[in-house]
């Protein structure tokens, strides 16, 4: 026999804990992929296939805020374009995994040292800080990949939030187009894991992928004192696809005629003063 079982009063308000969350990531990828329709006669039951769309081209740009990583933007055109895009992916994940497992220390600079005494409540929960308490005294957080100070929080509340591991990858509306692409080519990286997390049987919120990094050997002494390897161990640097469109719920075409010039930094920087003349079209939709 079931009883109910009511949350008791002080405990029964639905709290944010995902506090890693809140911070930027310190590495991103945004891409976007361009296809040519292709004829084809098929039939699937009652539904007659016309035509497929084919990946003829990607852009891949990484926003990374670690002076060391720093990659190039990457632009193919031709065939393949849906495993050479996979492939540029799993570059950039191994190359990215050897900042993301340092332990870097705080830097703790005079400036940044004034402003933590300075905070009075936790930056991740609002609650005042307890000294003694070992979860609720305050804690010094800081970026563990770059060292830089972000702000004052509980020990409990910096325990929570966690170093990131992860890469997020965003592509716009790729829940409803994108995710086909690339659902084909996942098993062309590795046999590393592979989640999803669907809408329905067509529409895709997320996929994550470990892409394998290398293979580390873990060594033990043993009984005679001597260095033995114990197992060798796969590394995997996790890359989440997700759709920025649930992010920013508008097309790209209305996003780029409300942005002001300086948002288009980085074209300045890949095709030089004349981009506005070479470029003048992407404000416009259906421009490639």
């Keep these: 026999m079931a009883s109910e079982v009511y949350p008791k009063p002080g405990e029964n308000t639905l709290k944010f804990k995902k506090y890693g969350n809140l911070f930027k990531h310190t590495i991103k990828i945004y891409a976007d992929f361009e296809c040519a329709l292709e004829e084809m006669d098929e039939n699937s039951g009652s539904i007659q296939k ?3 769309h084919i990946p003829v081209c990607f852009a891949i740009r990484v926003v990374s ?4 990583f720093q990659p190039k933007d990457i632009v193919y055109s031709g065939g393949g374009a849906g495993k050479g ?3 540029e992916i799993s570059e950039i994940a191994k190359k990215a995994h050897e900042f993301l497992i340092t332990d870097t220390p705080a830097k703790r600079t005079p400036k940044e040292t ?4 300075m905070e009075k409540v936790c930056f ?3 609650g005042e ?3 003694g308490d070992d979860n609720l005294e305050k804690c010094f957080d800081h970026n563990y990949i770059t060292g830089e100070y972000r702000c004052a929080m509980h020990n409990y509340c910096n325990r929570v939030a966690k170093k990131e591991c ?3 990858k965003f592509l716009h509306n790729f829940g409803c187009y994108d995710v086909h692409l690339i659902v084909r080519e996942l098993d062309s990286m590795d046999n590393g894991k592979v989640n999803c997390i669907m809408q329905n049987n067509e529409k895709c919120i997320s ?3 470990d892409v394998f990094v290398d293979e580390v050997e873990e060594l033990r002494v043993d009984e005679e004192g001597d260095v033995v390897v114990n197992r060798e161990i796969k590394r995997f640097q996790r890359v989440v696809f997700k759709d920025s469109f649930r992010f920013i719920n508008r097309s790209i075409d209305s996003i780029a005629k409300g942005l002001p010039e300086k948002s288009f930094e980085p074209l300045k920087k890949v095709y030089g003063e004349d981009w506005e003349l070479r470029w003048s079209s992407p404000l416009c939709k259906r421009f490639f």
Excluded: D, L, T, Y
Excluded at 114 to 117: A, D, L, Q
């Design 114 to 117: 004034e402003k933590f005494n």
């Design 85 to 87: 895009f996979m492939f």
């Design 65 to 68: 805020h670690i002076k060391e």
């Design 50 to 52: 016309h035509m497929r």
């Design 207 to 209: 996929i994550s992928k």
């Design 166 to 168: 992860e890469i997020p």
């Design 129 to 131: 800080f307890v000294e």
């Design 124 to 126: 991740a929960c609002g």
